[in-house]
């Protein structure tokens, strides 16, 4: 148990649905993210929350939208996907890596999403 | 630019060290961190280091030489427990992590 949690753990959809995943934070972090993980390759960031405003959005493409309605809350609204968007999705939260601290991520356990 | 290399794999006996390196490129520099990642579980934070050295938690240890952009991962007294994925991650001077592909690590009995 990380403090983080991720929902749902596993999604399967077609390119013509629309899902979101929902991510939740116990921790008290001011700061929320969004990774995609795929197989042999390194963690790509998706975007960066903090303090509920979008800091960090790396040429994402807009079939993926996120939304943070306050500091312990976190989606990923998804629409018209594609096939190789099936990857691991995982939510993380920290404080913030200017303040004290390391500034280290906790993950949760990731959403599979599959995309046929 | 920005890179990091890690091996892609690695083999261990249970009961032997192990040392996992990581060597990287980068304009500016604010820490390295260490994460361990078992298949299907979330990444957990492992070590983190910002000044040349080394430092030692319990069967872990990770060293750093800001001079030769170099880090590695010493894990001791191998358990079965410890196969897994570890990932290096850099933090550069604005604060963005720059994340290694990860090390597969095997232990055989």
């Known amino acids: 148990e990380t403090g983080v949690t991720q929902t749902p753990r596993h999604l399967v959809m077609g390119m013509t649905n629309k899902k979101s995943l929902k991510c939740e934070q116990h921790?008290?972090?001011?700061?929320m993210y969004w990774y995609k993980q795929s197989a042999k390759k390194p963690l790509e960031l998706m975007f960066v929350?903090?303090?509920?405003?979008?800091?960090e959005n790396n040429s994402v493409p807009s079939r993926f939208s996120p939304e943070c309605p306050n500091s312990s809350h976190l989606f990923l609204h998804l629409h018209t996907l594609q096939p190789e968007d099936s990857a691991l999705y995982l939510c993380?939260?920290?404080?913030?890596?200017?303040?004290?601290?390391?500034?280290?991520?906790?993950f949760g356990e990731g959403s599979r999403l599959t995309v046929l | 630019g920005q890179n990091i290399d890690q091996p892609t794999e690695m083999t261990a006996t249970e009961g032997a060290i192990v040392q996992i390196n990581c060597t990287y490129q980068?304009?500016?520099?604010?820490?390295l961190f260490w994460y361990q990642q078992h298949a299907g579980e979330a990444p957990t934070f492992l070590s983190y280091?910002?000044l040349d050295g080394l430092e030692e938690k319990g069967r872990f240890s990770s060293f750093l030489s800001r001079s030769k952009g170099y880090s590695y991962l010493l894990l001791k007294e191998l358990q079965m427990k410890d196969s897994a994925s570890y990932l290096c991650?850099?933090?550069?001077?604005?604060?963005?992590?720059?994340w290694g592909a990860g090390t597969k690590l095997i232990i055989k009995p």
């Open positions: 993380a939260s920290s404080q913030s890596p200017t303040g004290d601290g390391a500034g280290e991520l906790f």
């Open positions: 921790l008290g972090h001011n700061a």
């Open positions: 929350y903090s303090l509920e405003e979008r800091v």
């Open positions: 980068t304009s500016g520099f604010n820490g």
């Open positions: 280091n910002v």
């Open positions: 991650a850099l933090r550069n001077s604005n604060y963005q992590l720059i």
